[in-house]
Every structure is written in structure tokens, then in C-alpha cells.
């Protein structure tokens, strides 16, 4: 009895934590592979540092601006990568869904995010940044 009781806190559990993402006000869910709120595909995306790894679902003719921070110490933040023809770069960090398929988005973030304590040494390392955006 105590393994069926386990197994089926453990499913219970996971039901509960898949549940917890979908359906409240605001909630960003996943749709079709997507991340988005509801069924709902904005026509404007605004991706940041804390999106890295996400899938996003954007319209065809939407627009993606990418909002980085710099690199630090007064360097500028790195350039923004573009793989696939989905979509279109309009500027440095604003892209427009051009054709219906999948485009990754590539840059570097900085891995020590925030500013050092006085007297102490700036964390000057870069870590991938990547976002994958289906247009619809």
C-alpha cells in the first residue's frame, strides 16, 4: 500500500504543478508549443535576459524588441543573432515575423547581473543568451 500511495501523491503532485501554470489571470502558458498568455498570440513581444531558453509565438508582421542588459563596466551589450528566415531585423534589437516558421535569437548576457559592492572587483563574465520565436 505504501508504494500505490506514493505513486499516487506523485502523480497528484504533478498534476497540481502542471495545472499551476495555466489558466490564471496573467499566466503565462504554454500553447501549441509556445509561451504566451492564454490563447493569445501578442502582437508585440518584448523578451529580456530572464526569457533565455523560452519559445515565444509571435504573428506574422508582429515584432520582437529585445531588451538586454549591457555588458557591464560601460561595454556596450552584445549583438543580437539572428538563424532562420521567420524573421527580419528592423534594427539592432527589434526583429519583424516576416514568413510563418521558426527563428532563433542568440546573444550574450552578463552572468553576474547587478553592480559590485564598493571595494570589490566587477564580475566581467558573459553567458549564452537564446530565444527560439515561432511565427504564426
Known amino acids: 500500500m505504501g508504494a500505490?500511495?506514493?505513486?499516487?501523491?506523485?502523480?497528484?503532485?504533478?498534476?497540481?504543478?502542471?495545472?499551476?501554470?495555466?489558466?490564471g489571470p496573467g499566466a503565462r502558458a504554454t500553447v501549441h508549443g509556445c509561451t504566451g498568455t492564454g490563447d493569445a498570440?501578442?502582437?508585440e513581444v518584448v523578451v529580456t535576459a530572464s526569457d533565455n531558453g523560452r519559445r515565444m509565438c509571435l504573428p506574422l508582421h508582429g515584432t520582437v524588441r529585445i531588451s538586454l542588459p549591457d555588458a557591464g563596466a560601460g561595454r556596450p551589450g552584445a549583438p543580437v543573432g539572428l538563424?532562420?528566415?521567420a524573421l527580419s531585423s528592423v534594427s539592432?534589437?527589434?526583429f519583424r515575423g516576416v514568413s510563418p516558421g521558426t527563428a532563433v535569437l542568440t546573444s550574450e548576457v552578463p552572468a553576474c547581473?547587478?553592480?559590485?559592492?564598493?571595494?570589490t572587483v566587477e564580475c566581467l563574465a558573459l553567458t549564452g543568451?537564446?530565444?527560439t520565436v515561432d511565427v504564426r
Open 4 to 23: 500505490r500511495t506514493t505513486g499516487a501523491a506523485v502523480l497528484g503532485g504533478v498534476l497540481l504543478v502542471a495545472a499551476a501554470g495555466c489558466g
Open 83 to 85: 538563424s532562420g528566415t
Open 41 to 43: 498570440v501578442a502582437p
Open 129 to 131: 543568451w537564446r530565444v
Open 92 to 94: 539592432d534589437h527589434l
Open 113 to 119: 547581473p547587478g553592480s559590485p559592492a564598493p571595494g
